[in-house]
């Protein structure tokens, strides 16, 4: 049987179904106008950080360390790299399976430093459980930059006799094979991707660490290099592995302009400036679009360009502010540039495949944003009306309220949180007695009877949050309901910024 996880490509195809699907549509919806009578305390917000952490440590592919928290996992992917005679071991697995996609990987890792940068003030006693999230995912992509001249690797596995087993990341005895971009077959869009992780890793630890710091950052700069030198989507090159995946559906444009905005966040460097002004409307600066995602980084770097703007008023950058401005008044019901969709109990809706990956990416952005323009007192200007940020950190906080289970089901999406929360989650490690339980060889065909079977995971995978319910606020806790389901490390990222934001405001 074949388990295979389409989870990218129904992303992309309900995005269009959804437009004329039943979601909620609100005209006269209710828009929080406060952070007052919160559903949840800030030790709520708190534990729900750790969790949140907690579910990395899950996701760690690799020789754990001694301080592992999550005890039923255990070593795995020790030899990968082999087969190319590098060394690949470590990084995050993606979500439920036993690969390692080099495109969410770097973007999970973006999403984990840019967390920090913004609210690692806010994080208390997590903020180095949050350091290492960033530095486990920076170790990884390291090694996958500087193992050879001119090519960085993208891959570990190959996704389709990975998705024909169910077994423990640490009994896998499928391939491992090796996937790479190359100057012959480049990959500007994973390239741009990794070196704007690097970058903003770089910023998390220049302080604590600044060898590892500046070694983070000059590695940033060769492969934005060979990105932009490089030009072209590495799934032209490498469809058969990546596809459908994590196909590059937006192209590799967005993500150039993303690299380059977080080296010049990093260095300060003139000459990156010079690059995002004389190259951005070449690369979608012009673009108004309404979905920040592994794929799309559009609406991310406009918010991250405002910043220079709002701050130091940069010539040049204005329009990133504009931009900005009509991505978040997209999210607003009654803005003249609406363009969301709501669920009937409150939920932005995207898309019926991991929806809540678009749910947490937005709510960091509100948050982001709304930091931003509180450093001049600015306003988000929609049409005629002008919105304030607290207005931002409402929305955001509705959204994250009802992700922890201020919502219709009364469910908990994020598993562990509360006492109500997904039982029976699409995640490999989780659904299978662990190495530690249960020792014994558990072989490819013979996980079956755990993917199957009614009864819960035995191992609670703390932190995780799950793909979330439908159009119309339903959702079934069932295995093979992975579009429902399935966790990935992409969708708790910006969870983390958002989390720790409250745990200190609430």
């Known amino acids: 049987m074949q388990t295979l996880n389409l ?9 269009l179904l959804c437009m004329c699907s039943a979601a909620f549509t609100p005209q006269d919806y209710y828009f929080p106008s406060s952070l007052e009578n919160s559903a949840f305390t800030s030790q709520d917000y708190l534990s729900a950080l750790n969790k949140s952490l907690l579910f990395f440590e899950g996701q760690r592919s690799g020789k754990l360390p001694a301080n592992q928290r999550v005890k039923w996992r255990g070593d ?34 973006t999403l984990l430093a840019w967390s920090v940068i913004e609210f690692g003030s806010s994080m208390q006693d997590q903020l180095e459980n949050a350091r290492a999230a960033v530095r486990w995912g920076s170790d990884y992509l390291l090694k996958a930059a500087t193992a050879s001249p001119d090519t960085l690797y993208i891959q570990v596995g190959n996704p389709y006799p990975d ?46 660490d600044p060898s590892y710091s500046a ?31 994590y196909c ?13 905005s977080w080296i010049y966040q990093a260095t300060q460097n003139p000459a990156y400036l010079n690059y995002i002004q004389y190259n951005g409307h070449v690369l979608g600066a012009d673009d108004d679009d ?26 040049g950058l204005e329009e990133y502010k504009t931009h900005s401005d009509n991505f978040i008044c997209s999210l607003i019901p009654g803005s003249p540039n609406f363009q969301a969709q709501y669920t009937p109990g409150g939920l932005l809706y995207k898309a019926q495949g991991s929806n809540l990956q678009y749910v947490t990416a937005s709510s960091l952005l ?56 997904p039982r029976n989650i699409h995640h490999r490690g989780s659904s299978i007695p662990s190495v530690h339980a249960n020792p014994d060889h558990i072989g490819c065909n013979d996980g079956f009877q755990y993917l199957h079977t009614t009864k819960a995971n035995p191992n609670i995978l703390e932190g995780a949050i799950v793909g979330g319910p439908d159009n119309n606020d339903n959702f079934s806790d069932n295995r093979d309901n ?21 745990s200190s405001t609430t």
């Open 7 to 15: 989870c990218p490509l129904i992303i992309l195809c309900s995005m």
């Open 76 to 109: 795995s992917g020790l030899s990968d790299g082999s087969a190319a005679n590098v060394n690949l071991v470590g990084g995050y697995y993606d979500a439920g399976d036993n690969l390692k996609f080099g495109l969410p990987m770097a973007f999970t890792t």
């Open 163 to 208: 998705h024909q087993c169910w077994e423990r990341p640490e009994d896998m005895d499928t391939s491992r094979d090796v996937y790479k971009v190359s100057s012959n077959s480049p990959g500007s869009d994973v390239a741009a991707e990794t070196a704007a992780a690097l970058a903003a890793s770089s910023i998390v630890f220049q302080a604590s």
């Open 215 to 245: 070694k983070l950052l000059q590695t940033a700069i060769t492969v934005f290099k060979f990105a932009d030198e490089h030009r072209g989507k590495y799934s032209d090159s490498l469809s058969s592995v990546v596809c459908p995946f």
């Open 248 to 260: 590059s559906y937006s192209g590799y444009q967005d993500e150039l302009l993303w690299g380059a």
């Open 290 to 315: 309404y979905s920040f995602s592994w794929d799309d980084k559009r609406p991310g770097t406009k918010i991250l360009l405002s910043k220079s703007f709002l701050e130091a008023r940069i010539q």
């Open 366 to 421: 509100l948050l982001t944003y709304a930091k931003y323009l509180d450093t001049t007192q600015g306003v988000a200007y929609c049409g005629t009306t002008t919105l304030a940020a607290d207005k931002l950190r409402a929305l955001a906080k509705q959204q994250v309220d009802y992700i922890l289970g201020n919502n219709p089901r009364k469910i908990s999406y994020m598993v562990g949180f509360g006492n109500n929360f």
């Open 482 to 502: 992975y579009q429902q389901t399935e966790p990935a490390t992409y969708i708790n990222a910006p969870f983390v910024g958002a989390l720790a934001y409250f």
